[in-house]
């Protein structure tokens, strides 16, 4: 597929950020190839050879972060932020039910036409417990997020209710 856009104006930043098409978007359209705007300049990419040593890391047991090992979980999640960037917990106590219901949310939300997630676009959002977007400082950042996201502050059920997108609640 031939690029829509071109890099000497802000058509592919007005497609993703203002007009809230987002990653999905570019997916959507069949792009074949990662847009120059979305890749790291060479010294913000996380180096291979340090990582390496901290894949055995990924994986944080929560249940010890009440215990005596307080201090080991909170630097090991620490470290693999800092390294990773990623990481997986266990033994965290949330329901499988509960995970996978918000699986199910989040795909109803995603799965929606672009002009009903723009919507909820960080700045224009009818609710300001709701934010859609796809990088967090779009304006600032040197490479822009692979990445969509919606956030929703929860402060009662009540709010959830009134305030958070349909798909969502």
């Given amino acids: 597929m031939a690029s829509i856009f071109t890099d000497d104006d802000n058509s592919l930043f007005n497609f993703v950020v203002k007009d809230g098409k987002g990653v999905k978007g570019l997916v959507d359209l069949g792009l074949t ?3 120059a705007r979305y890749i790291q300049p060479p010294h913000h990419r996380i180096n291979k050879q340090h ?4 894949l055995e890391n990924m994986t944080i047991d929560l249940s010890e972060l009440d215990g ?3 201090d080991q979980v909170s630097k090991a999640i620490a470290h693999a932020a ?3 960037g990623f990481f997986q ?3 965290h106590g949330v329901p499988l039910e ?4 918000l699986k199910v949310a989040a795909h109803r939300f995603f799965a929606q036409p672009p002009e009903k997630k723009a919507l909820y676009l960080k700045g224009v959002s009818p609710s300001p417990m709701v934010k859609y977007g796809t990088s967090f400082v779009p304006e600032k950042e040197n490479a822009l997020e692979w990445k969509d996201y919606i956030s929703m502050t929860y402060t009662n059920d009540a709010d959830a209710l009134q305030f958070w997108p349909n798909e969502c609640k």
């Fill in 33 to 35: 190839k990662v847009p």
């Fill in 51 to 54: 990582v390496a040593g901290s």
């Fill in 68 to 70: 005596p090992n307080h």
């Fill in 82 to 84: 800092e390294t990773l």
């Fill in 89 to 91: 917990v266990v033994n």
């Fill in 98 to 101: 509960l995970l996978e219901s």
